[in-house]
């Protein structure tokens, strides 16, 4: 599809533009790294990182609004990067990637509104052009040195059940490793680096806007902040370690989260058309590109009852068996649904439990009062700023 034709230098390969065979193949080799019992593993490394946000917000405690993105957006980082990869960073190499990272999205962003910038031949030739690919080469370059000490360590082990048992995690990229190292034909290194490469951009990028959204909101509406203080009190209590099965039990958060999703969604879906789709009053002919609003879709006033309003009973068991199930996508649909949505929400849940057991979030004006821009994600233009002071 054109608009992602865009992004193919940042995304190479991976499972976001990749299709046919190779997408199937990828799918089939990294789904497993997201099943319940891998999520199971990283949810006390979750815990871990949320204190690590929680310590970092200190420093705001009593005073003026701050954007609270860039603080999460590295708690995030570090996240991603321990599931994903395994491996250790120095605050100077977290620093460069957020700054890569962001420095990528924002490039990313001006072009796609800039048609002029839409050739190949001239972006590649202009300022930011020769910066997106400074910025991807960055990661790739990470993630390449991150594959070569995890090689040699698979090398030096004795077998592969010893190298498995150095970590009491499986990341992704050990999983990958330990396939590629029983057939080295099922994913050359290159798409290996894609996916890893893309499985990074869309999991820290996603989940610190949903993150920085809700507290947004937290701080705009504090009988919802209240409410879901509450139900975590009444499930988990004082509780420092707790299961997916906890998280599970947080039904209301459950319901926030997805009016979050709702109103700050992915903006669109692409699909290319491989046969003759039929519609109601026209044929959508197999070759075509589709473009699903997922926006416009979200804020439909056929299937919801308040679509411009911040109203998490949109998700009550009543309102969702009663409205078509293809209204709400946030994570897309289909054989090509999000294969990190569990991963995303378990790691929203376990910061949102974090920061509101430390902190009350305040924040002025309403959800009419924003400005949301977009590019491949939907953000607030103007960040997401809130003041915290101590709960207790």
């Given amino acids: 599809m054109y608009a992602y034709d865009l992004v193919k230098y940042s995304f190479g390969e991976g499972l976001f533009l990749s299709s046919g065979a190779v997408y199937r193949n990828s799918h089939r080799l990294i789904q497993p790294t997201f099943h319940h019992d891998v999520l199971e593993t990283y949810i006390q490394l979750f815990k871990k990182n949320g204190d690590f946000l929680v310590e970092s917000l200190r420093e705001n405690v009593g005073k003026e ?30 620093d460069e990637l957020y700054f890569s990272l962001n420095r990528l999205y924002n490039i990313i962003h001006e072009r796609l509104f800039k048609p002029w910038l839409h050739p190949e031949f001239i972006f590649k030739l202009t300022s930011i052009g020769k910066e997106e690919r400074k910025s991807a080469k960055y990661l790739q370059n990470f993630i390449r040195n991150v594959i070569k000490s995890k090689k040699m360590e698979l090398s030096l082990a004795s077998d592969d059940s010893e190298y498995a048992s150095n970590s009491k995690r ?23 680096v894609d996916n890893i490469s893309t499985i990074f951009l869309a999991a820290q990028d996603a989940t610190s806007i949903q993150y920085s ?7 705009m509406y504090p009988n919802f902040q209240d409410k879901i203080y509450e139900e975590i009190q009444k499930v988990l209590g004082q509780e420092s370690t707790f299961t997916i099965s906890d998280l599970n039990q947080l039904v209301y958060l459950d319901m926030f989260l997805n009016e979050c999703l709702r109103l700050l969604p992915i903006p669109f879906i692409g699909r290319k058309v491989t046969e003759d789709l039929q519609f109601e009053n026209f044929v959508a002919p197999a070759g075509c590109s589709i473009i699903v609003n997922t926006y416009e879709i979200h804020r439909n006033p056929k299937y919801w009852e308040k679509p411009n309003e911040f109203y998490p009973e949109h998700f009550t068991p009543e309102n969702v068996a009663k409205r078509h199930p293809m209204a709400f996508i946030p994570f897309s649909a289909g054989p090509r649904r999000c294969i990190g949505r569990q991963y995303a929400v378990y790691v929203l849940k376990t910061l949102i439990i974090s920061t509101l057991r430390s902190y009350k ?30 709960r207790n």
């Fill in 361 to 390: 979030i305040e924040a002025d004006g309403t959800l009419q009062d924003l400005n949301i821009t977009g590019d491949l994600a939907c953000r607030v233009k103007d960040g997401y700023k809130i003041r915290i002071k101590y």
């Fill in 65 to 94: 609004a701050f954007d609270i993105f860039r603080k999460v957006n590295l708690c995030i980082i570090k996240n991603v990067v321990d599931t994903l990869m395994d491996t250790k960073m120095t605050p100077e190499i977290t």
């Fill in 213 to 219: 959204f809700a507290v947004l909101m937290f701080g």
């Fill in 170 to 192: 499986r990341s992704t990229l050990d999983f990958l490793l330990r396939k590629l190292n029983e057939n080295p034909n099922v994913m050359s290194e290159e798409l290996l």
